[in-house]
Each structure stands twice: as C-alpha cells, then as structure tokens.
C-alpha cells in the first residue's frame, strides 16, 4: 500500500491539474461560485465523462444537480442519445441548471429537471429502468439514496457517488461527523455488495463508482 510522499503528492497534484474545461462549463461553475453551490471538481467531472463516453448510458439519474455542472459532463459526453433525470430541491439551483444548459445548446427534452426533494421522486422510477445514477447530495439520506440507485440501475449500469472524500475527513478514523459516518456506511453498503465492482477514484472530492454485474462475486472481507 503506498503512502503519501512528496513524489506521489505531486503526481497526484499533477493529474489533477491536467484537466482542461470549455468557456462554458467555466461560466457554469462562477455561477455556482456566486449561488455557493459546490459542484464537482473538474478531475472528477472529467472521469465522468470518460465514464459515460464507455458506457454510453441512455436513462440517467442525477440526485442533487446543483447548476448543472456534472449534468453538462454525461449530456455532452453521450449526445443526444441520453435522457437525464435530474433532481434538485432548491429552486434557485435548478433554474441556474436550466439556463446553463440552455446557453451550452443542450435541448429542454434531453434533461428533464424535477425540483422536488428526492427521496419523494425516487420511490416513483422503475426498477432496473436506468443505466446510470450520480448522487451528489447532502448526506443526511445518503444511505436511502444508495439504496435506491441499486433498485433502479439495471445490470451493466454504473452508480457514482461524488464527494466519496466528504470534504477529506473520510480518511480520518477519529472524524464522527454525521456526513462522515454517512459517506462510510453508504461506501460499504456499495462495496460489500456482490453484485457489484466498485473503485474509489482520487479525484480531488473523491468519486466512488460501482457497477452492477450480471453474475454476484465473492467479496473477501
């Protein structure tokens, strides 16, 4: 297991930094800065969307979309083929969501946006009926959250978690925080399941992405 050393502090420094983002997503992310809406980080939203060029999802479920940021990342990665639902409660967000989207020339019928909470929308989509959930969401229901992005992600989908860092206390086995504890138990919820291939990707907020397979594996403790 590696530690942390100036070399490999610098590496991952590096890596981070390699990440180049389009004028629009750059105004997308000032106006998060201006509604102090965190978004994900653009080493994380560059995974996302190599992970959706892979896959090619074409039902999406987004749970917490802030401005649009990551929604941006998986619409322009997969093209018009992709239908996203995006959820977010706050108003003010998902009207700024809107307006990004329609300035990035993304079409109304590509992202249908619901502002409502969303333990009161999930528990209306159909199992197995999406190829890929994002959460990045508050974690007083992160648990809940998982538990529905494993009902309606069909086999081969992909379930991601952004924030997996919790701000870096993850690491931090004295941290007792609501979100901490959270963000660990929702982890190991996806982790120990055998239905699924998990890895913790070292973006800058961390993203923590499983995939449902077709077989269950066995899963060494």
Same mark, same amino acid.
């Given at each position: 297991? #590696?530690?942390?050393?100036?070399?490999?502090?610098?590496?991952?420094?590096?890596?981070?930094? *390699?990440?180049?983002?389009?004028?629009?997503? !750059?105004?997308?992310?000032?106006?998060?800065?201006?509604?102090?809406?965190?978004?994900?980080?653009?080493?994380?939203?560059?995974?996302?969307?190599?992970?959706?060029?892979?896959?090619?999802?074409?039902?999406?479920?987004?749970?917490?979309? =802030?401005? =649009?940021?990551?929604?941006?990342?998986?619409?322009?990665?997969?093209? #018009?083929?992709?239908?996203?639902?995006?959820?977010?409660? %706050?108003?003010?967000? &998902? +009207?700024?969501?809107?307006?990004?989207?329609?300035?990035?020339?993304?079409?109304?019928?590509?992202?249908?946006? @619901? +502002?409502?909470? &969303?333990? +009161?929308?999930?528990?209306?989509?159909?199992? *197995?009926?999406? %190829?890929?959930?994002?959460?990045? &969401?508050? !974690? %007083?229901?992160?648990?809940?959250?998982?538990?529905?992005?494993?009902?309606?992600?069909?086999?081969?989908?992909? @379930?991601?978690? +952004?924030?997996?860092?919790?701000?870096?206390?993850?690491?931090? $086995?004295?941290?007792?925080?609501?979100?901490?504890?959270?963000?660990? %138990?929702?982890?190991?919820?996806?982790?120990?399941?055998?239905?699924?291939?998990?890895?913790?990707?070292?973006?800058?907020?961390?993203?923590?992405?499983?995939?449902?397979? $077709?077989?269950?594996?066995?899963?060494?403790?």
């Amino acid at each position: 297991m #590696p530690s942390m050393n100036p070399e490999l502090f610098a590496s991952w420094t590096y890596s981070q930094n *390699h990440v180049s983002e389009p004028e629009h997503v !750059a105004q997308v992310r000032e106006r998060a800065e201006d509604l102090g809406v965190r978004c994900i980080d653009p080493a994380g939203r560059s995974m996302l969307q190599l992970l959706c060029t892979l896959r090619r999802p074409r039902n999406a479920v987004e749970i917490g979309s =802030g401005v =649009g940021v990551a929604s941006l990342a998986m619409l322009e990665a997969v093209g #018009p083929s992709l239908t996203l639902t995006a959820i977010e409660s %706050d108003l003010e967000h &998902a +009207n700024a969501m809107r307006q990004g989207l329609r300035e990035s020339g993304i079409p109304s019928a590509r992202a249908r946006i @619901i +502002n409502e909470r &969303a333990e +009161n929308v999930l528990s209306r989509l159909a199992d *197995h009926a999406y %190829d890929l959930v994002l959460i990045d &969401a508050g !974690a %007083d229901l992160l648990l809940e959250y998982v538990a529905e992005a494993k009902r309606i992600v069909g086999v081969g989908g992909v @379930i991601i978690l +952004n924030n997996a860092f919790d701000e870096h206390r993850l690491a931090k $086995p004295a941290v007792r925080r609501t979100s901490t504890v959270m963000t660990r %138990d929702a982890l190991r919820m996806l982790r120990e399941d055998p239905r699924l291939q998990t890895h913790l990707f070292p973006s800058e907020q961390g993203l923590f992405v499983a995939t449902v397979l $077709p077989q269950p594996i066995s899963k060494s403790r």
